[in-house]
């Protein structure tokens, strides 16, 4: 009696744990709708591309990646909900996510809450490193990183010493204004005007005008595709023929479609494009086009290095424990995408390539590249 | 160091968006006089009038200047549909269940135009040519230039229709008096239907023409919708004149407030007008003779 | 009786739903109760459309989570505190603007609603802006003669939220039944025959300001500390809508009505996670189909109707 019990609960404990541990499971919280739901979308199904080519391959540790994906919705309220979802219903190993910087902000203290390691790589809000928060790691260099790198390379770059800012008016933009005269004046530059617009503006003719007065050499812009087609179009409208310089979407097919021949000569400020020759990226590239028939974004490229990189310190943690992968994360030295990566002690990501890329005809072209100094 | 030219150029651009508001404010305040009604989904009609010229243009290979009218033939009709469905049953009833209807109307367009067309900005395609043209310093472009004289025209013809017209004389006395309008035999339910037609045309003639260079997106319609909320207000809510002068005035406001002083709180300064004219000047800016 | 068998009932949720998840959901309901409540005072039994809600229940979030961020004041002081301050707030704004109604007082509130939204993204000094007030806690609850209780798990701060939305209503069912609530019913169905008698109209419908904002407030204490971050995303027009859903879909005027209104509407969404697209769509039709044809509401004539009939007869609609 005794032993056909132990037999019993042995079978049922080894069925059990069998189950339990048959597949790895990642959490994503992505914005699946509302305004950015189009860029998250393809953050998913980037992952979920590469996740299958992993599997493909044998996976991490002996089993299959099971990638769990919710709707964050770039609302950080609703971003929540999915990380708790993804916590306690799906007991996901490790997190990935939210996008916008708000929502990232939001779902960290999830993970802080559950001890389950986050992942961004794409939220750049320069605080989100300053929480204390040993759980919460970003892959991507922030906006004063950029500015530190490129900086004093833009008025060579440009050929001009003016500078102006045209930038969306929240963290992002202020905090480019705050980070990148410095570099633009040790190289010899000047900055000239500084406009901030609301992001429910439609038309920006006002601080163009303003702009135009200063008469700058270059404009240096913060903006997503939604303003950034508009600000361009409507600033060679107004009659001036000065580079543009963007952070944000400035390199983004949807962004090159929709602007036309206004984005020509535009110069984005990027951690991706897929014009980089490299041969990790060749192939990435390759993936692209062959399954989701496009070149990778911007996003594309966050979401490659997201999911290689939690992947790897999953390898190296040789478990698929959270804190053991969090461990593993802190010390991440990963070739990858965009060259090495690794974390610092507030777990911001340093040493990868970022790039200045020139739209010539329509193509993102690499023209310059730098790498992030550790913070 | 004042520039004329750059001073010049704030006028033009407050003109051209001034007339923008002008015109997407007639029809709200149109629907507001006449039919009593706080058209909370009006930013939506401008939305739907720019997608329509957008779909017209580049996937149906429509003639831009066939097009316009085109797009915004069909939001009249979908107008009319509206207001056959809902707002016919709704003649009578109170301010809380029209503004829920119109509310819930403006979430339901927009999330189906997100579901149709997804959140991509769109930008009309034009026959015009980009670059642009200077006159003493002050830059403009043949679309722009294109958009004052529509907007302009369109405005015109609404005057002519509303004083001219045994239709517009007919909005007029509803506007006054509805039930001494019933009583000297005015159809009501007619005045209705054309106002808020020819209120959701308008808003998406402005769509469709603005849509060369302001890229139209589903999420848009409320920003316009608050736009013209300020514009009725300033110009005092049911007057077509009260409309224009406000929608210029608030045009150049923004162009020459941001153009000279910080942007960060001018919305909030056009909230806090907003509240303090509701409050003691419900009439609006100028007193109506 | 039958509120025994109810009270009992929602004691025993944590024991029967064992499901985080579900528990979250719940909590989250328990919250929306008491914000539904509120706005159904102004909303239902005075009858003034306020758009202004969603934005006191934002402040009273804001109002807790600054004390606590900056001053680490406990949630315990930040709830009264954040009901006590949009309550000012609500009064202050109520003097000035509740001399107009209909269309002027909606968009008044709406104009309000947006400058709140505006400080709270704009004064960065103060609220961080856009980053938000993230790392609120719920705190431990101290009870004389037994101790600190820990409440931060979800199964201990459903009690803690049912108690919330149980006072809630309680204050409700007794302002209504008071003749304070016959007032307000008065005022919204005859304003001129309630002043020939006597009553200030402005002065019910700043008491229904006042206390709807004030519920509004406490609920947003709550809400803040139990998702542990604070942003101007809470001022967004998503939340005023489904505010409204809930009380005018629940049933507007009763007290049951919003009350289940603010269940059903958060179930409602997250159960229908996956045809995201499609929920705003679906929401904003029944709002503008029930609006129309169905003025008392759907879920408490739906409730009404399944309900054995002497519960109708004490429970008649307001």
Redesign the interface.
Do not use: C, K
């Given at each position: 009696m005794k032993l056909k019990f132990c037999v019993v609960a042995v079978a049922f404990a080894l069925a059990h744990t069998a189950a339990a541990q048959e597949t790895v499971k990642i959490g994503v919280v992505q914005p699946l709708t509302g305004p950015v739901a189009y860029d998250g979308n393809i953050y998913v199904n980037t992952v979920k591309m590469l996740v299958d080519d992993m599997n493909a391959r044998g996976g991490v540790l002996g089993k299959k990646i099971e990638l769990v994906v919710e709707d964050g919705a770039c609302n950080p309220a609703q971003s929540v909900n999915a990380a708790e979802k993804l916590a306690t219903r799906d007991k996901v190993v490790a997190l990935l996510g939210a996008f916008c910087s708000t929502s990232s902000a939001a779902m960290m203290e999830v993970a802080r809450k559950h001890k389950i390691p986050h992942l961004t790589g794409i939220s750049t809000a320069a605080q989100l490193t300053e929480q204390n928060n040993p759980y919460f790691f970003r892959a991507v260099a922030t906006t004063p990183m950029l500015g530190a790198a490129f900086g004093g390379e833009l008025p060579a770059a440009v050929k001009g010493k003016r500078f102006a800012f045209l930038v969306i008016n929240d963290d992002w933009g202020r905090s480019m204004v705050s980070s990148y005269p410095k570099p633009i004046e040790r190289a010899g530059g000047q900055i000239v005007g500084t406009e901030f617009f609301q992001s429910s503006e439609l038309q920006f003719l006002s601080y163009i005008t303003k702009i135009k007065a200063a008469n700058p050499d270059a404009i240096i812009l913060a903006a997503n595709t939604q303003h950034a087609v508009a600000l361009s179009k409507q600033i060679r409208e107004l009659g001036i023929a000065a580079p543009l310089i963007g952070e944000g979407s400035w390199t983004s097919d949807s962004y090159l479609k929709l602007a036309g021949p206004a984005a020509e000569g535009v110069y984005g400020l990027v951690e991706y494009v897929y014009t980089i020759r490299n041969p990790i990226n060749d192939a990435f590239v390759k993936m692209s086009r062959d399954k989701l028939k496009d070149n990778p974004s911007k996003f594309a490229g966050a979401a490659h290095n997201g999911i290689h990189i939690m992947v790897d310190a999953i390898r190296r943690a040789r478990a698929a424990d959270p804190e053991k992968i969090r461990a593993a994360l802190t010390t991440t030295d990963y070739n990858g995408l965009v060259g090495n990566i690794r974390f610092n002690e507030k777990n911001q990501a340093y040493g990868q390539d970022v790039y200045l890329a020139l739209v010539k005809n329509g193509v993102p072209e690499v023209v310059r590249t730098a790498r992030i100094a550790k913070p | 160091m004042f520039?004329l030219a750059?001073f010049g150029?704030?006028l033009l651009?407050g003109v051209?968006?001034g007339c923008a508001y002008a015109l997407i404010a007639i029809g709200l305040t149109m629907i507001?006089g006449v039919m009593?009604i706080?058209n909370f989904a009006h930013g939506e009609f401008y939305m739907l009038g720019g997608f329509a010229a957008f779909y017209l243009v580049s996937l149906l290979k429509l003639n831009y200047f066939i097009a316009l009218p085109v797009a915004v033939l069909l939001v009249l009709a979908l107008a009319v549909a509206i207001q056959q469905a809902?707002f016919k049953?709704?003649r009578d009833a109170?301010?809380?269940?029209t503004?829920?209807?119109t509310?819930?109307?403006s979430?339901?367009l927009e999330?189906?135009a997100?579901?149709l067309w997804?959140?991509?900005?769109?930008?009309v395609p034009t026959p015009f040519p980009?670059r642009?043209l200077?006159f003493f310093g002050i830059?403009?472009?043949p679309?722009?230039l294109f958009s004052m004289a529509v907007t302009a025209a369109l405005i015109v013809v609404g005057h002519v229709l509303i004083q001219r017209t045994r239709m517009g004389k007919a909005m007029r006395a509803t506007f006054q008096n509805r039930e001494a309008a019933a009583l000297v035999g005015v159809r009501i339910d007619r005045v209705y239907l054309y106002a808020f037609a020819f209120g959701a045309a308008l808003a998406a003639a402005a769509g469709a023409v603005l849509g060369g260079?302001?890229?139209v997106?589903p999420?848009?319609g409320?920003?316009a919708t608050?736009k013209a909320?300020v514009v009725v207000?300033l110009g005092g809510?049911g007057s077509f004149v009260g409309a224009i002068v406000g929608g210029l005035l608030l045009g150049l406001a923004?162009?020459?407030?941001?153009?000279y002083f910080s942007?960060?709180?001018k919305?909030?300064i056009g909230?806090?007008a907003?509240?303090l004219l509701?409050?003691f000047r419900?009439d609006g800016l100028f007193k109506r003779a | 009786m039958f509120i025994g068998i109810v009270l009992a009932g929602l004691l025993m949720v944590p024991l029967a739903v064992r499901d985080e998840y579900y528990l979250h959901l719940f909590i989250v309901s328990a919250i929306f109760v008491v914000v539904a409540l509120g706005l159904n005072l102004i909303v239902g039994y005075v009858g003034q459309l306020s758009l202004a809600h969603a934005a006191f229940f934002a402040l009273g979030a804001y109002v807790s989570a600054l004390l606590f961020f900056k001053l680490k004041w406990s949630m315990w002081v930040g709830m009264p505190a954040a009901a006590i301050v949009t309550g000012c707030v609500a009064f202050a704004l109520g003097w000035v603007i509740l001399r107009v109604r209909g269309h002027r007082f909606v968009i008044i509130t709406v104009a309000f609603a947006e400058i709140m939204r505006l400080v709270a993204t704009n004064w960065v000094d103060l609220t961080r802006g856009f980053m938000g007030l993230p790392g609120l806690q719920i705190p431990a609850l101290y009870v004389p003669g037994i101790g600190a209780i820990d409440v931060s798990s979800k199964e201990r701060f459903y009690y803690v939220v049912l108690a919330a939305a149980v006072l809630s209503f309680y204050i409700c069912y007794r302002l209504v039944r008071s003749p304070v609530g016959r007032a307000f019913v008065l005022v919204r169905e005859n304003e001129v025959l309630a002043e020939s008698l006597g009553l200030s109209a402005f002065r019910y419908c700043m008491i229904a300001f006042v206390v709807g904002a004030a519920l509004a407030g406490a609920a947003g204490a709550l809400y803040g500390h139990y998702v542990g971050f604070v942003s101007p995303d809470l001022f967004n027009f998503s939340y005023i809508t489904i505010m409204l859903i809930m009380v005018i879909l629940g049933g507007k005027g009763t007290l049951i009505g919003p009350a289940l209104g603010a269940v059903v509407f958060t179930f409602l969404p997250e159960l229908l996670r996956d045809a995201a697209q499609y929920r705003m769509v679906i929401f904003a039709g029944i709002l503008v189909v029930a609006t129309l044809f169905m003025p008392r509401g759907i879920i408490f004539p739906l409730v009404e109707h399944l309900a054995p009939r002497r519960w109708r007869k004490n429970h008649g609609a307001a």
């Open positions: - | 520039d750059i150029q704030h651009n051209l968006i507001f009593n706080a809902i049953r709704l109170p301010v809380m269940t503004t829920l209807v509310i819930g109307l979430i339901l999330h189906v997100l579901l997804g959140p991509q900005p769109q930008v980009t642009p200077s830059y403009t472009t679309l722009y260079f302001i890229p997106e999420t848009m409320g920003i608050l909320f207000i809510m923004e162009a020459l407030g941001a153009g942007s960060g709180w919305d909030a909230f806090v907003v509240i509701l409050l419900p | -």
